[in-house]
């Protein structure tokens, strides 16, 4: 197979997982318990895929950084109650992962989760062997730093001009195009494809085995990208 692409990488929340719902409804929760108004849902996709201080920062920006500390903290208690079975993946994603790796890509993610949930998920699942590396906010730059895509593209010695970017947010494209890397735009996520659509991906997907049509057929499958 002629390939466009050496190495795929792809958020976590939103574009692997189908945790969207769970991440609202923590951060609501935690906003109870640290004294806050809960925000809107839209307002609460707006920052999935920041770091989560960063996050928490944006949604109050009010909040000294201790008390962010604090939401924070009741944020991952939150969380880790509601997520005692992990947000599965979306329909496709095994099969599709499974398959890039009998065709020869390499994987990894990039996630703006903390390397402990990452872990987790990863773990109780078995879905790390799917991945060369993966990088979580709390180790390097959060989103859309490009720091996190450099530290993939050297560990997996692939040039930005052959990996390729997969993500449900705005700091996804950001981060994606910060270094020098096409990206792919997925709508069943954080935000809209007409959102997305402005950041300047390659394709817009609705479904995720929609990725591996476009990749063996770039041109001539185009759904809603460019």
Known sequence: MNKSYDLLIFDWDGTLADSIGRIVEAMNVAAGRA????????????????????????????????????FRQHYADVYMALDQQPSPLFDGVVESL????AEGYRLAVATGKARRGLDRVLKANGWERYFDITRAADETRGKPHPLMLEEILAHCQVEPGRALMVGD???????????????VAVGYGAMSLQALAEFGPQVCIEHFSQLRE???RPAQINFQGR
């Open 214 to 216: 476009w990749l063996d």
């Open 98 to 101: 499974a398959a890039f790796r």
């Open 35 to 70: 004294g806050e108004a809960a925000s809107s849902d839209e307002a609460i996709k707006g920052i999935i895929g920041l770091a989560l201080g960063e996050a928490i920062a944006t949604l109050y920006p009010h909040l000294e950084p201790p008390q962010v500390e604090t």
């Open 169 to 183: 947010s705005a700091f996804d494209l950001q981060m994606a195009s910060n270094a020098g890397m096409h990206s």
